[in-house]
């Protein structure tokens, strides 16, 4: 039987209480414990949430950063190192050298530091420690270790040269991402979330959308961002009530009506971010002619109808696609997008349909050229030339409130830069 230690909150996040007198003996690592179960929030109560959490978090593995040690990491946060912003607050790209921790390798790493004048906060950050901390999977993104200093909240990431699907998809003057690459994409992503619903403790993600599927160099998707992510139903409960939050455009339909969670609720934003994946167009998008804003709205009906598709697929694909894989694509869009629940595929039958398409290979032979940039020229442009955006700047995106009355991550600044890996341009 599992055996958990009662432990004081103060064990797991030292940080947060002894800032000014660290002890040399002090363990940097929050280490595996031998009878592992993963906490959920849920065993949290709010009192302990700020106070005592007197609950083990086992089999964690992350590393206590000191503030300081995440200035010298990041050149004090400088906008040379800026790498974007969400609703949680900015995120620097770090190096961590080999002397910093016995047992920790030499690194890039991205650090998010919490915004104190945003609207998230410690439940935020905790919920992404929680859940990050304890799941481990080729395509979801690591978390190294955290800070927890005083009011200060930060998380230390990997780091993924390519940044998110959102910035490679959309960036106006970014490279297209060819057909396979864009299959591989939906697959990793796919893996992802199969993953946490098939965990012994399932874990619905709530914010399955094209800015958290952060791309390896070779283009592994990763799922980052576990802010919203909350436990899934347990024993004859077939849902979970909550607050609705998440992102607008990405959202079930009976989620926002009803508060209802499911897993199905993310297969539907899969399906958003299938469509936006096929039509190269965002899942809302106010600039473009009043029946095309929503992308679903405006596609669904056609994605059924193999002779209309062409008109739907991203044209910066210029026809260099399977028409198969497309139309399989598409279909599969088509059932996650269903409004009924129940009738949408689980992410593994999701797996399934699509892991053959990035093979197919009835794809046109035209001149088109993909041109890749190595990493280090795109990311040493992305470094050099990016800036943080100034609050004042116009530039902010944000998050669409899903329910009146309820508080909601706001959506939050975003670079003014538009990265490719080419060229770096102003919008
Ligand atoms: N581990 C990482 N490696 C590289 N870049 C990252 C990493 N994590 C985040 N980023 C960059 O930082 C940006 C901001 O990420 P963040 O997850 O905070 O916000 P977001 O996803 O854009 O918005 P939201 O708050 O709605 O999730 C991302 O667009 C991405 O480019
Ligand atoms: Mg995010």
């Given at each position: 039987m599992a055996v958990k230690k009662k432990m004081k909150w103060q064990d797991y996040f030292p940080g947060c209480f002894k800032p000014d007198s660290p002890n040399p003996n002090q363990k940097k690592l929050v280490s595996k414990q031998s009878s592992f179960q993963r906490i959920s929030l849920s065993d949290l109560s709010s009192s302990t949430l700020s106070e005592d959490l007197s609950i083990s978090l086992a089999g964690s593995n992350l590393h206590v950063f000191t503030l300081q040690e995440l200035k010298v990491i990041t050149q004090n946060f400088s906008s040379s190192n800026f790498l974007g912003e969400g609703g949680f607050g900015p995120v620097h790209k770090g190096f961590i050298d080999d002397k910093l921790r016995p047992g920790l390798k030499a690194q890039p790493v991205a650090v998010k530091l919490l915004d104190l004048d945003g609207t998230q906060g410690h439940r935020e950050w905790l919920t992404e420690v929680i859940f990050l901390g304890q799941l481990r999977h080729a395509h979801l993104v690591k978390l190294i270790g955290y800070c927890c200093e005083e009011e200060h909240r930060l998380l230390v990431y990997e780091y993924m040269p390519r940044g998110s699907l959102e910035n490679q998809l959309f960036r106006r003057f970014s490279v297209s991402l060819p057909w396979s690459t864009r299959m591989k994409i939906a697959v990793g992503a796919a893996k992802g979330l199969a993953f946490l619903h098939e965990a012994e403790k399932p874990v619905i993600y709530r914010d399955f959308k094209a800015s958290n599927i952060l791309l390896d160099s070779d283009y592994t998707a990763k799922l980052s961002d576990f802010g919203l992510a909350k436990d899934g139903p347990e024993g004859d409960d077939t849902h979970v009530s909550t607050r609705v939050m998440g992102t607008q455009g990405y959202a079930a339909p009976e989620y926002i009506m009803t508060g209802h969670l499911t897993a199905a609720s993310d297969v539907y934003s899969f399906g958003v971010v299938l469509l936006e994946l096929l039509t190269g167009r965002k899942s809302v998008d106010k600039s473009r002619p009043h029946r095309e804003q929503n992308l679903v709205e405006w596609a669904r009906p056609i994605l059924k109808n193999p002779r209309k598709l062409s008109r739907v697929m991203d044209p910066r694909l210029e026809g260099q696609y399977s028409e198969q894989g497309a139309q399989k694509a598409a279909a599969l869009a088509y059932q996650c997008l269903s409004h009924r629940p129940k009738l949408r595929p689980t992410m593994s039958e999701v797996i399934k349909i699509l892991e053959p398409l990035k093979d197919l290979d009835d794809i046109q032979i035209g001149t088109f050229v993909f041109a890749v940039s190595t990493d280090s020229d795109s990311q040493k442009e992305f470094s050099r030339d990016s800036e943080r955006p100034k609050k004042e700047s116009g530039h902010y995106h944000h998050r669409h409130?899903?329910?009146?009355g309820h508080k909601n991550r706001a959506k939050s600044p975003k670079s003014p830069l538009s990265f490719t890996e080419t060229a770096l341009q102003k919008d």
């Open positions: 409130k899903l329910h009146e």
